[in-house]
């Protein structure tokens, strides 16, 4: 098969002819039809997670079609359209029994533990426990954003923030993962403030739902927030992860505020300075999010096929595997435009 491989961290990689994967014997192998750009395969690319070895194929977020599957597979056949999260949980640990798949101490990930999907194959584990069905007449390229950041905000914004309709959400970075925050809280009832450096991404979310744009190189982010939602946001999202977006956002709750962190913060890029005078005198919640596991997907499903999420608006880039390596540069250095990249590597 064909595929983007990384030889070294940071250098820019090459496309090439590697041997196809063969599924573990609870896993599957997927054709993969569509896979998107994510920041997080920019920082596995730099080599921000220590866990990867090279040579190394990024890529998690996908959607494709079974090609072969594993002798212990019970549950899927060759042919069946799937996504999955980007954590494959083990799914026999206390935490998986619990429904938190996405926090399973014993998970693989695609594309970091292992070979991703900028590839025309990837293998995925514990088939089982981790596929999710596509619907027949959603898109591939749609689909592919189920694996990670719509699913990520899905359960950043529902289920940690707990957003209810009527408050007011503030996301902080509107790529990906933001865009697709501020669809669904807008789907949930809530009121959304758009916080960015870029124009084109603050006019992407007013266009998606968000009632107010706050131009963050022009502005006090805090303050705009606050007079903006006559108080501070209920739940506040950072969807980069910077030290600055990550401060901006926790001051920009009200009391009781909840500030949900879904922007990976690496070492390598600076910790923040969390305002914990702030979190104690307004009694701040501080919550991480870690995608989504496969149980929960019902919920994001039926918005999507409902039509109250049109995922595929976030769709703005369309590319071929051979122009996966230059994006990944461009995603680093903020030019790869706004909304979602998705590439087709299947011929």
């Not at 069946?80 to 926090?103: I, K, N, W």
């Not at 390229?141 to 957003?163: K, S, Y």
């Not at 992407?204 to 706050?214: D, I, M, Q, R, T």
Request: with cysteine; net charge negative; proline share 7%.
């Amino acid at each position: 098969m064909r595929a983007v491989v990384v030889e070294a961290f940071a250098a820019i990689p090459r496309v090439v002819e590697v041997t196809d994967p063969v599924p573990a014997p609870h896993g599957v192998v997927v054709r993969v039809e569509a896979t998107g750009l994510c920041r997080s395969d920019w920082h596995a690319w730099q080599g921000h997670d220590p866990g990867i070895e090279l040579p190394h194929v990024p890529g998690h977020e996908l959607a494709g079609t079974i090609v072969a599957v594993g002798s212990e597979v019970r549950h899927w056949r060759p042919g069946s359209r799937v996504t999955a999260p980007f954590v494959s949980a083990c799914g026999t640990c206390d935490l998986c029994l619990a429904g938190e798949g996405q926090v399973c101490p014993h998970q693989t990930q695609p594309g970091f533990t292992g070979w991703g999907s900028f590839a025309e194959l990837v293998a995925l584990d514990r088939a089982d426990v981790n596929l999710i069905a596509l619907p027949d007449d959603l898109p591939a390229e749609a689909a592919a954003a189920l694996g990670c950041r719509l699913a990520t905000a899905h359960r950043a914004v529902a289920a940690r923030g707990g957003i209810r309709p009527g408050e007011w959400l503030s996301v902080h970075g509107c790529g990906g993962v933001g865009l697709s925050a501020v669809m669904v809280g807008t789907a949930l009832g809530a009121r959304v403030v758009a916080v960015d450096v870029r124009r084109a991404a603050l006019e992407a979310a007013v266009a998606l739902g968000a009632e107010v744009a706050v131009d963050a190189s022009q502005a006090d982010v805090p303050a705009a927030v606050e007079a903006a939602t006559r108080g501070g946001a209920h739940v506040a999202l950072d969807a980069l992860g910077s030290p600055a977006t990550c401060t901006d956002a926790m001051l920009s709750l009200r009391r009781r505020g909840r500030h949900v962190q879904v922007g990976l913060l690496p070492a390598a890029t600076g910790h923040p300075a969390v305002p914990m005078e702030r979190v104690i005198a307004y009694e701040l919640d501080v919550l991480g999010s870690h995608g989504m596991a496969a149980p929960d997907y019902p919920a994001l499903l039926e918005l999507v096929t409902s039509g109250r999420l049109p995922v595929a608006d976030l769709v703005r880039q369309r590319i071929t595997l051979d122009e996966v390596p230059a994006a990944l540069a461009a995603l680093g250095e903020g030019r790869l435009g706004t909304g979602i990249t998705v590439a087709r590597p299947a011929t």
